[in-house]
């Protein structure tokens, strides 16, 4: 079955912990994006990749790790430098042209 | 900058009524144009794009032309249904090497029976 998959679906994390969201795709696809939503806001990128072992910051990387050690994975941790965490992360993926595609998402909600 | 300005929501529609999502966007060179919608709890959907001007993106009833001369990719639905009710995102590409997306801020839209 292809496609995206983000886990956990929901997490919580008490004030500085470092969390660690799971982006896994069998798309073959080779960039892998970050993206994080905050209600009644457009996705703000955070971090990119577009082959292994190579990643950039996009406009909202402060607080935020990532790594890219196999093209299928691209895990994002959200470190306790990350001011207000609480948000809805999305992972997001393309072939190489310009359409990205989504998985389901994961909600962090900081204790 | 580069940016995508979405007319606010939330939209109340009657079923079967006609929809117009509003969405300008201002760029450099020249952008693919994306609209996603978002049902509760879950990611984005790719709905329909468009890669130049004049072109139209359509899907499940779903229209959008990219108007350059105006800036705008504005969405259409001749007859909205109940399922329709989302959150619908309007979406550059600038089309670099990155393929990064820049997003409006969304819009509601609430289809009553």
Known sequence: DGGITQSPKYLFRKEGQNV????????????????????GQGLRLIYYSQIVNDFQKGDIAEGYSV??????????????????????????????????YFGPGTRLTVL | GNSVTQMEGPVTLSEEAFLTINCTYTATGYPSLFWYVQYPGEGLQ??????????????????ATYRKETTSFH??????????????????????????LIFGSGTRLLVRP
């Not at chain 1, 982006?23 to 993206?35: G, I, K, P, S, V």
């Not at chain 2, 072109?55 to 229209?63: A, Q």
């Not at chain 2, 979406?91 to 090497?97: I, Y």
């Open chain 2, 46 to 63: 790719l709905l329909l794009k468009a890669t130049k001007a004049d072109d139209k993106g359509s899907n499940k009833g779903f229209e």
């Open chain 1, 67 to 100: 790594s890219r050690e196999k093209k299928e994975s691209f895990p994002l941790t959200v470190t306790s430098a990350q001011k207000n965490p609480t948000a809805f992360y999305l992972c997001a993926t393309t072939s190489g042209g310009d359409t990205q």
């Open chain 1, 20 to 39: 660690t969201l799971s982006c896994e795709q069998n798309l073959n696809h080779d960039a892998m994006y970050w993206y994080r939503q905050d209600p």
């Open chain 2, 75 to 100: 969405l259409e639905k001749g007859s909205v249904q109940v399922s329709d009710s989302a959150v619908y995102f309007c979406a550059l590409s600038l089309r670099d090497s990155s393929y990064k």
